[in-house]
């Protein structure tokens, strides 16, 4: 493998972009967030205000190295100051610009003592900065920035911070800091990530190889929709402003309502649409078919962040025509940004899943998952993707050394005839129910496969009347045409009764309308459970799945699960003996609670299920 470019590759393609095409339109952003006028500012505009911020960083301060903290949501003016900081070799590090995320802006700030510079709209600094340690002052920019903004640039300084940059990484020239949530490896409150120039200049160049974008003589104009504390933004922002394309800047108002985005997607002529999943599936199903179906000026949609839609499939299966070219793009914040990006044919619904191409310059990996001690048999052997490669390093938490390959908190099984790489879902939505290890994500796809089902996703609960037994419910929130409610409500059942094992089936249906999404445009759990949580208590939209299985089948099923045979084809019978065939009192006892668990899930009003339970505690 041959060097990577240099890491200013992507300031010299932006210059270039300036010098040779000025007068093309690199930016179009909203005057107010209501209002149908935008303004167009061309490369030659952007990289005068650009300048201009340049030079009023290095008047307060700000050199190589410096790490300058931005409260700023979507708009001209963070996108100037991610420029210029570029320029300048200093430190960007995006906070939340949303009141109710003050919280986790404080906890940022408090973990990175270095952090001196704060950049942001007036009004929003005083409150955040409006202790006797901070002192403020106006960025002199145009007034273009002003009136797209609606309020004047302020920088923050914390006085009481002697250093503005940490000299540990200095040699590595960071590009960005950012606080991930953490979910990777169970880190409550989140991680820093910090990402080199390096690692983004080669994931940027190689994504602009992967789409073909050099090679395109049209002006593409490219869609801003991830918010800045969520990695995807340096890429949306930079892609296409190192190609010469336009970056139209979509208000932050207009992401929680997809009406008014794909109305702006229209308006605005938006060729490229990079997007979560759940962002995308908020759509009506009319205008997602329109975004697939070529329907817009939209060509090419590229979805990550979460799981790839499968449920596409049923937009398209009765037509004849070509859809749009749609990517499924994938990758964590550990290594920044993204490690693959594969193109997607609807009309072959079984690769929706697969990972098939991985970029250039990133190395992924499968590592055996340990096996599930409480439930050692699968059908499908699992593994935990790694990814990385030594020019996608990124230094996490305390890290000095980083590491060159890291875990992605992903499942996933591959095809051994074809070698496809096929996601299952996060590590951290396995839970454990009456002793079995229960994967959510996995019931989730076998509900979407069910045709009528526009969308599922799978939470548990804990049930709200158990004090001591641990009970916990299983809630399918699926989104139905309703027209075909009764119908496919008829199908789900049937389907999980022959698809999945009875300890992995839903207790409940719960039918949504929308689901909760975060800033970030992912799905929200926590949310969806009350959401799920309300339906069961106010007997809303909420239909139950009655057990079609036999008492003795399923008691049968628990002694195997716990019974460790010396042949493995062997199964219980009447004649076996527990403590010939490995069982032990700790087996005995992890039985007899399971089987307990079962009886008050049932609501048996029978004895004979205790009796089993004694039998067992005493054979």
């Known amino acids: ?70 409260v700023l949501g979507r708009g001209l003016p963070i996108i100037a100051l991610v420029l210029a900081l570029w320029r300048i070799k200093a430190v960007f590090v995006p906070l939340s610009n949303l009141a109710m995320d003050r919280l986790y802006i404080s906890k940022t700030i408090d973990s990175i003592p270095s952090l001196k510079y704060i950049i942001g709209m007036h009004n929003q600094l005083h409150e955040i900065c409006s202790g006797n340690s901070f002192s403020t002052s106006n960025i002199n920019m145009s007034d273009q920035i002003d009136c797209l903004s609606g309020s004047e640039l302020c920088v923050a300084i914390d006085t009481s911070k002697t250093c503005d940059q940490e000299s540990t990484y200095n040699e590595a020239e960071l590009a960005y800091v950012i606080r991930t949530s953490g979910t990777t490896r169970g880190e409550k409150g989140g991680l820093l990530v ?57 208000p932050d108002e207009f992401i929680q309502t997809p009406n008014l985005l794909y109305n702006y997607i229209i308006q605005n002529r938006v060729s490229y649409f990079f997007g979560t999943p759940s962002l995308f599936l908020r759509f009506s199903r009319h205008q997602q ?202 199908q789900i059942k049937d389907h999980v009764s022959s698809n999945l094992p009875f300890y992995a089936r839903p207790d409940k249906i719960c039918i949504l309308d929308e689901y909760p999404v975060t800033n970030h445009g992912k799905i929200d759990y926590r949310r969806l459970e009350i959401c799920a949580q309300d339906c069961i208590s106010q007997d809303s939209n909420i239909h139950n799945i009655e057990s079609n299985l036999d008492l003795c089948t399923m008691v049968r099923s628990v002694l195997e699960h716990h019974f460790s045979f010396k042949n493995p084809d062997q199964n219980v019978k009447s004649n076996t003996y527990f403590l010939s065939e490995g069982g032990t009192s700790l087996t005995a006892l992890c039985a007899s609670k399971e089987l307990t668990n079962i009886s008050v899930h049932l609501q048996s009003k029978e004895s004979s299920l205790q009796q089993w339970v004694f039998n067992i505690l005493i054979w």
């Open 1 to 70: 493998m041959t060097n990577c470019h240099s890491i200013l590759d992507i300031l010299r393609l932006f210059d270039n972009c300036c010098s040779k095409t000025p007068s093309n339109i690199a930016l179009i952003a909203s005057t107010h967030s209501i209002s149908d006028t935008t303004v167009e500012i061309t490369y030659a505009q952007l990289d005068s205000l650009v300048g201009v911020l340049v030079t009023q960083l290095k008047t307060i301060g700000v050199k190589r190295g410096t790490y300058v903290g931005t």
């Open 194 to 250: 910090r990402v080199p120039r390096n690692t983004l200049s080669t994931n940027v160049h190689e994504i602009s190889l992967r789409l073909q974008l050099q090679q395109e003589s049209s002006i593409k104009r490219f869609i801003l929709i991830s918010a800045p504390t969520f990695d995807p933004f340096m890429i949306e922002l930079l892609l296409p402003l190192t190609t010469g394309s336009s970056l139209v800047i979509v």
């Open 289 to 490: 078919f329109n975004l697939i179906m070529r329907h817009t000026t939209v060509s090419n949609i590229i979805l990550g962040g979460e799981s790839f839609p499968a449920q596409l499939y049923d937009l398209v299966q009765d037509c004849n025509t070509n859809h749009v070219s749609l990517w499924n793009i994938y990758g964590t914040t550990e290594c920044s940004v993204w490690t693959s990006l594969t193109q997607i044919d609807l009309y072959q619904p079984d690769l929706l899943s697969s990972i098939h191409y991985v970029l250039d310059y990133t190395v992924m990996k499968l590592q055996d998952v340990e096996p599930d001690i409480a439930n050692p048999t699968q059908e499908d052997k699992q593994y935990e993707i790694y990814h990385g490669g030594s020019n996608r390093i990124c230094f996490v938490g305390d890290e000095t050394i980083p590491k060159i390959m890291r875990p992605t908190g992903d499942l996933a099984f591959q095809n051994k005839s074809t070698g496809q790489i096929s996601i299952i879902g996060r590590t951290n939505r396995q839970v454990k129910r009456s002793g079995y290890r229960i994967h959510l994500d996995s019931i989730s796809h076998t509900i979407q496969a069910v045709y009528g089902v526009c969308r599922c996703e799978v939470v548990m609960l804990k049930d709200p009347t158990d004090v001591n037994m641990g009970i916990k419910s299983i809630v399918a929130c699926v989104k139905i045409d309703k027209t075909k409610v009764e119908k496919v409500l008829t």
